[in-house]
């Protein structure tokens, strides 16, 4: 068998049948792998429109991709700017409601510290009436001797009235043995001599005259208080005098 028959037999053709008959059989089959190829290639055509189709449909949905990646991206801007003013807000109010909870807590302690200082004023004032009631003997007895030392006052100023009715009588008498101790003036012709004074208080008031006349009573030149404090007896008396005054004033 040649080549050429073994090919034939190899696509089905019988070399038996002659030229004729083979050419017709491969004509068949020509034909036949003809329409084949044809719907191959329709169908490629196909595909490659499918193929066109899925780009196209791809790169619209990635432009309409890219469309909607711009805009979420502005709304996600947006919604950035939102959220920051949302935390904003958030935060006033986080301060607001710290504020009104801490004027909460204030108005608390403000309801405390009042009804304590109320239990205080009121133990207080218990503790105040005790106290008055413990001391109420102490008070009594002070103002006991407060009118005692109202008392004493009042019978010191008397007896300083008394002292002083005393010390003007001893005025007096200073200025009476002061008149005693004076000399005694005699009128006799053209002058006056002296004479000295009797221990006999009379006698000092009456002076004696040779011309046999009485001058007037020598009272009338009885000396001043100034003239009496030229003596140191007096002055020492008239200052212990006045030491007793001075103590009886201080009382």
Do not use: C, W
């Amino acid at each position: 068998m040649t080549e050429f028959s073994k090919g034939l037999a190899r696509v089905g053709l019988d070399p038996a049948v002659g030229d004729r008959g083979n050419l017709r059989q491969l004509l068949k089959l020509y034909r036949a792998k003809e329409e084949e190829l044809q719907k191959t290639e329709d169908n490629q055509r196909r595909e490659m429109k499918g193929v066109e189709s899925y780009i196209e449909n791809i790169r619209k949905v990635s432009a309409e991709r890219d469309s909607i990646t711009e805009e979420l991206e502005a709304e996600n801007e947006a919604l950035k700017d939102e959220v920051k003013q949302l935390h904003q807000e958030l935060d006033g109010r986080n301060h607001e409601m710290k504020e009104v909870l801490r004027q909460e807590q204030l108005a608390k302690e403000v309801k405390i510290l009042k009804e304590e200082l109320h239990e205080v004023k009121i133990k207080s004032g218990m503790k105040e009436d005790n106290l008055k009631m413990e001391h109420k003997k102490e008070i009594s007895l002070m103002e006991v001797e407060m009118e005692k030392a109202v008392k004493d006052r009042k019978e010191n100023e008397k007896k300083i009235k008394e002292l002083e009715g005393e010390v003007k009588k001893l005025k007096l008498s200073l200025i009476i043995e002061k008149k005693r101790k004076k000399p005694i003036v005699a009128k006799s012709g053209s002058g006056y001599t002296q004479k000295e004074s009797h221990s006999d208080t009379t006698e000092s008031k009456i002076p004696v005259l040779k011309s046999g006349k009485t001058d007037k009573n020598i009272t009338e030149n009885a000396p001043t208080m100034t003239n009496i404090l030229e003596y140191p007896l007096i002055e020492l008396l008239y200052s212990e005098i006045t030491l007793n005054f001075s103590n009886l004033y201080s009382v």
